[in-house]
């Protein structure tokens, strides 16, 4: 799915608006009745609820959900922030159409602004796409009542004072939401984690913006849902045999690390590939050989670090490496001659990927077209370098992508990925229960078992990366955050992958 630009939205919308031949004050009232009925499902009518309009659409949307409110027996009080002579035309119309016991009151100066009682539901309608600079003034001084009130706060569309898609201007006074509910289609900012204390948690509501124009319109960044990676799923033939699905070599472990190997081999096997092989150093031989009984293991000579590729490379189909591997210098130089020499796709993992961020001569040897790599924000940092926020980060991971003809998921709560041509996908599956120790190596265990079963890089990586946030989302249900352990997501990925085989709901 598509993640627009707030230009964009607002051609959507008027797109729409010209399409359905509708007036636009149609389109604000679909918005605010998704907003309501999203608004219901969550708080009681027995709220009392204090909307803060602002002088445009967003304001608009306040006034309108103010009505839909109290026509549904919620107690609503609302405060118009600022000089109404500046109102957008749907904004007036949406005063006009408040019942007569709904009286706005006028924010004009800074006492005019109310007292909240502790906990009060604040609706935040200030301002939304629409915001063209920082919020000054008495908007700001409302901001941050507000987010000193300790009220739970919902923010209509955006924070208020949120950049829809560019860098807010650092010192900037934003809303500090517990929710967002934004319309159609989720908004670049809302994924970055930078702005997880002024988003909360975000939910999509759709309010029928045309199909055709978000067809149409051009973008690069992008964000999966269950609809795009469940078409990918490959069906197994009746007549087939563990041949046709690949033939992986998992490159890892090491002394006191074996159970980094174990994870990513235990998911590369849940996740269908047809054969795999273990290059561990010898002191895993026991270790993997009881742990991974579906594996063939070979070891290094060395007891303790990776040291050597293993003979006849060439007849693997993908090598994942990585998990557990450390950074020694006999494991260096196998790094080293694994990108020389490597014909096959790679899954570049952990301190494979620390190897390769401090050599230059080796950045320079990956080889196009036929890596993934799969860092943590600090791991991305070394290969790619230091940025100073979330979109230089974005920018320098279309970059690094670009410049070597590359991909790279970049784990987090939206993990990204990076593909050569320049887009990036969020992906949307996951849950801070899976942030612990080998999650990772079992998303490396993942990728290079679709890799080996001939998905593309590209769908490797969104198929991979999803399924791996669907499991942690189902053991999250079982086993719950706190107790979530990367052996929980092996436990849910049959199950993860049995989901994604069903038709959608
Ligand atoms: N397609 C959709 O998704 C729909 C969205 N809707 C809602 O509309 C808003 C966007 O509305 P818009 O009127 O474009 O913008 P805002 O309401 O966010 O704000 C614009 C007004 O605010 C002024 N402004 C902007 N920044 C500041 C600031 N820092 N301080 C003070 N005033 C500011 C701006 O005035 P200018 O001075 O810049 O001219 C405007 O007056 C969207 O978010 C949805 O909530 C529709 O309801 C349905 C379709
Ligand atoms: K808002």
């Known amino acids: 799915m598509k993640i627009l630009t707030a230009a964009q939205?607002?051609?959507?919308?008027?797109?729409?608006?010209?399409?359905?031949?509708?007036?636009?004050?149609?389109?604000?009232?679909?918005?605010?009745?998704?907003?309501?009925?999203?608004?219901?499902n969550k708080f009681q009518p027995s709220e009392e609820v204090f909307i803060f309009c602002g002088p445009g659409n967003n304001g608009g949307d306040g006034l309108a959900v103010?009505?839909?409110?109290?026509?549904?027996?919620?107690?609503?009080?609302?405060?118009?922030?600022?000089?109404?002579?500046?109102?957008?035309?749907?904004?007036?119309?949406?005063?006009?159409?408040?019942?007569?016991?709904?009286?706005?009151?006028?924010?004009?100066?800074?006492?005019?602004?109310?007292?909240?009682?502790?906990?009060?539901?604040?609706?935040?309608?200030?301002?939304?796409?629409?915001?063209?600079?920082?919020?000054?003034?008495?908007?700001?001084?409302v901001v941050e009542q507000l987010n000193n009130s300790g009220a739970c706060i919902i923010a209509v569309d955006m924070p208020s004072g949120l950049y829809t898609d560019s860098?807010?201007?650092?010192?900037?006074?934003?809303?500090?939401?517990?929710?967002?509910?934004?319309?159609?289609?989720?908004?670049?900012?809302?994924f970055l984690p930078q702005h997880e204390e002024h988003v909360g948690e975000w939910h999509l509501v759709?309010?029928?913006?045309?199909?055709?124009y978000i067809a149409g319109v051009k973008t690069d960044i992008c964000y999966t849902t269950r609809q795009d990676v469940q078409h990918l799923l490959k069906h197994r033939k009746k007549f087939s045999h563990k041949g046709?699905?690949?033939?992986?070599l998992l490159l890892g472990g090491g002394y006191g690390k074996m159970g980094a190997a174990v994870l990513a081999a235990k998911s590369c096997l849940r996740s269908g590939v047809g054969l795999l092989t273990i290059h561990a150093p010898a002191a895993g031989y026991t270790v993997l050989q009881t742990a991974v009984p579906e594996a063939m293991t070979l070891?290094?000579?060395?007891?303790?670090?990776?040291?050597?590729?293993?003979?006849?490379?060439?007849?693997?189909?993908?090598?994942?490496?990585?998990?557990?591997?450390?950074?020694?210098?006999?494991?260096?130089?196998?790094?080293?001659?694994?990108?020389?020499?490597?014909?096959?796709?790679?899954?570049?993992?952990?301190?494979?990927?620390?190897?390769?961020?401090?050599?230059?001569?080796?950045?320079?040897?990956?080889?196009?077209?036929r890596?993934?790599?799969?860092?943590?924000?600090?791991?991305?940092?070394?290969?790619?370098?230091k940025t100073a926020n979330d979109y230089e980060r974005l920018q320098r991971l279309r970059e690094f992508c670009h410049t070597h003809q590359c991909y790279i998921t970049l784990k987090g709560s939206h993990t990204a990925i990076g593909t050569p041509n320049g887009n990036i996908f969020f992906n949307t599956t996951g849950n801070p229960g899976m942030a612990t120790g080998g999650t990772g190596d079992v998303l490396t265990g993942i990728i290079t078992a679709l890799v080996a079963?001939?998905?593309?890089?590209?769908?490797?990586?969104?198929?991979?990366?999803?399924?791996?946030?669907?499991?942690?989302?189902?053991?999250?249900?079982?086993?719950?955050?706190?107790?979530?352990?990367?052996?929980?997501?092996?436990?849910?990925?049959?199950?993860?992958?049995?989901?994604?085989q069903q038709p959608m709901p």
């Open 167 to 190: 860098q807010t201007p650092e010192g900037s006074t934003i809303i500090k939401a517990d929710y967002t509910v934004t319309f159609q289609l989720p908004k670049l900012a809302l």
């Open 66 to 141: 103010a009505r839909l409110l109290h026509q549904r027996h919620y107690r609503v009080q609302v405060y118009i922030v600022g000089d109404t002579a500046k109102a957008s035309a749907d904004f007036k119309t949406n005063l006009e159409r408040l019942p007569e016991d709904v009286k706005p009151q006028e924010v004009k100066e800074e006492q005019d602004i109310p007292e909240l009682p502790l906990c009060a539901c604040v609706i935040d309608a200030l301002f939304g796409t629409g915001l063209t600079r920082p919020v000054t003034g008495l908007y700001e001084e």
């Open 244 to 248: 046709l699905y690949g033939h992986a």
């Open 299 to 369: 070891t290094d000579p060395n007891r303790r670090h990776l040291s050597e590729l293993p003979e006849e490379t060439e007849k693997f189909n993908v090598i994942g490496v990585g998990p557990g591997i450390g950074t020694a210098p006999p494991t260096k130089t196998a790094i080293g001659q694994l990108l020389a020499t490597a014909t096959q796709p790679l899954v570049i993992d952990a301190d494979a990927i620390n190897i390769i961020a401090g050599s230059e001569r080796l950045k320079e040897q990956i080889p196009e077209n």
């Open 9 to 40: 939205t607002r051609e959507a919308d008027a797109y729409t608006i010209q399409e359905e031949g509708i007036p636009s004050v149609d389109l604000m009232e679909r918005a605010a009745k998704a907003f309501t009925g999203w608004f219901e």
């Open 206 to 212: 759709p309010i029928g913006l045309s199909e055709r």
């Open 453 to 500: 079963q001939q998905y593309n890089l590209e769908e490797a990586c969104l198929l991979g990366v999803y399924v791996h946030g669907l499991a942690g989302d189902m053991a999250l249900r079982t086993v719950g955050a706190i107790s979530m352990t990367a052996t929980d997501l092996i436990d849910h990925l049959p199950k993860a992958f049995l989901c994604l």
């Open 371 to 385: 890596v993934i790599f799969t860092p943590h924000p600090k791991e991305f940092e070394r290969l790619a370098g």
